[in-house]
């Protein structure tokens, strides 16, 4: 079996406190500044409007795997 699951990607990657990658600030909801990767959401600490449509690095401070949400921290911009 996980040699299918090396084959196909998930619309709902998980994350781990401490990672750290590059993504696009796709908007904003009523919890901030919005990072889509797939159907997973990370709500990133010290984006703005000016970030949005721009590849920024993140950590991860937190997530989620049962509602597929979590909220990072920029790095930088």
Partial sequence: MSFL???????????????????????????????RVGDTMLYVDGATQAHVDQKVTVRVTAFDESTHEGEAELLDN
Wanted: net charge negative; aromatic share 16%.
């Fill in 5 to 35: 699951s090396d084959l196909f990607r998930t619309s709902t990657p998980s994350f781990d406190p401490g990672d750290e990658f590059s993504v696009f600030i796709t908007g904003f909801n009523h919890s901030g500044a919005v990072a």
